[in-house]
């Protein structure tokens, strides 16, 4: 199983929302993802409770690596990661095997 874990710094601003909102807004539709896309196997995204360097967290399993690279190509995920990139200062990955 490899286990996908995100952060994200967001914009103080960026689309109309304020970080927090932006952040909620990626919670909902990151989640959102669970059944459609077939290789997601669990999605949990938080959203930071206090002052830090990061405003969201994503931690998801999958399968395989294969998985992982098909989850990352559909596009409905493609379509919520388009959003994530134009509100993100930075953004920091670790995938590994459990």
């Known amino acids: 199983m490899i286990k996908h874990i995100v ?3 967001l914009k ?12 909620n807004w990626m919670k909902e539709h990151l989640e959102a993802l669970m059944g459609v896309v077939p290789e997601l196997r669990s999605c949990e995204v938080g959203v930071n409770i206090v002052e830090g ?5 994503l ?7 294969a998985d992982l690279q098909a989850y990352k ?8 990661a ?3 990139q134009k509100i993100r200062e930075s953004r920091v990955a670790c995938d590994y095997e459990v």
């Open 53 to 57: 360097n990061y405003h969201a967290c």
């Open 12 to 23: 103080a601003e960026a689309e109309g929302r304020t970080a927090l909102e932006n952040a």
């Open 73 to 80: 190509v559909h596009p409905a995920h493609q379509a919520v």
């Open 7 to 9: 952060m994200w710094k």
């Open 82 to 84: 388009a959003y994530c």
């Open 59 to 65: 931690t998801a399993t999958f399968d395989s690596l």
